[in-house]
């Protein structure tokens, strides 16, 4: 065989299964190797890569070769299910013709064309028997939530920023440890004055006019420090904030603890909050919105907070002194 690299470390590479080295696949294909041998640490087989990759002349030699066509990962999902969540619609096509299962359930239940149907994939899968009907109130409601998604297609800040629900403002500032009275909202204009000759750091508190608080710095990384979101909701209250909001997770905590971190691009899983499903999480590229605005969808959905850039740049703020020195937050 014409190279040193060992199967092992091959079959590991995300990126061996891709169109460009059909000629090295070929080979090693020749050469014995099992076109549905598991890959360990990936945790699937060569045809989901391919499938995520779109690779489509891969997976049709791996199919020549007797590879499976729905094998279930450790997931359960499937190659479709992939070549869907990552919209490669070329390697849908070709699985479906080689005998691909579109409503086989692989995560949650859910199968690949139930998840294409809200997509714009959906064009493939509507007419094929077992097509389900989906109901109008699902449609209308994933619709919706889609609506809110790109609402915030103008924001691209890198700021960190953190959504509260179910606490009032004046109860955020109180479990920060600062008094309410003495947190007047501020003016735009005089934000950054206050801020530069802060001997601490300062977090920005504000309510949107339809509820909720919001948390935010235009740098640090303090909204979603362990020890803020500790306080914050200790003794009821949920938050939900991204570090920075151009990252792609988001960390949920509930009554004092941390709940999840999901992260816009990781496969969901049985237990995944509905809200992530709807939010266009585990999606890798069948639905065009970004991970910014999955995030805050996702953030608005847990706390009923909705922000606007305009409101966020020029709504009243107040300014809550956060000691981060000795006993402060940063334990």
């Known amino acids: 065989m014409g190279t040193t690299v060992s199967d092992d470390e091959w079959v590991g590479d995300r990126d061996a299964w891709s169109d460009t080295n059909l000629a090295e696949i070929r080979e090693r294909l020749a050469d014995g ?3 549905g041998q598991r890959l360990f640490w990936l945790r699937s087989t060569p045809l989901h890569q391919a499938a995520q990759e779109g690779a489509v002349r891969v997976i049709e030699l ?4 007797g590879a499976e066509v729905d094998p ?3 997931y359960g999902a499937t190659p479709l299910w992939e070549a869907v969540r990552h919209g490669q619609d070329d390697a849908v096509r070709l699985l479906l013709a080689a005998g691909a299962d579109p409503w086989r359930p692989c995560i949650a239940g859910r199968s690949p064309g139930v998840q294409a149907l809200f997509t714009e994939l959906a064009d493939l899968f509507a007419h094929l028997p077992g097509a389900p009907r989906i109901s109008s109130r699902l449609r209308e409601l994933q619709d919706t939530v889609d609506d809110m998604m790109f609402s ?3 924001y691209s800040e890198g700021f960190c920023i953190a959504f509260v629900g179910g606490v009032a403002e004046d109860e955020v500032i109180r479990r920060l440890g600062a008094l309410p009275e003495l947190c007047p909202p501020m003016e735009a204009d005089a934000l950054r004055e ?3 000759a802060s001997p601490v750091e300062l977090l920005r508190v504000a309510s949107p006019p339809g509820g909720g ?4 710095q235009t740098e640090g990384v303090l909204p979603v420090r362990d020890a803020v979101a500790r306080r914050v909701t200790m003794g009821g209250g949920i938050l939900v904030g991204a570090l920075p909001l151009a990252g792609t997770s988001v960390d949920i905590w509930r009554d004092g603890f941390t709940i999840a971190r999901p992260s816009v691009y990781d496969q969901l899983s049985d237990d995944s909050l509905l809200e992530l499903w709807m939010c266009r999480f585990g999606d890798c590229g069948a639905h065009p919105s970004t991970s910014v605005e999955r995030i805050l969808a ?3 959905l847990l706390t009923a907070t909705y922000i606007t850039e305009e409101w966020l740049w020029s709504a009243p703020v107040r300014l809550v002194p956060v000691e981060l020195r000795g006993g402060g937050l940063n334990r």
């Open 62 to 65: 791996l199919l020549a070769s």
């Open 213 to 216: 608080v919001v948390l935010f």
């Open 298 to 300: 996702l953030m608005t």
């Open 72 to 74: 279930a990962d450790s």
């Open 194 to 196: 206050a801020e530069q």
């Open 33 to 35: 190797f099992d076109p």
């Open 152 to 154: 915030y297609e103008d």
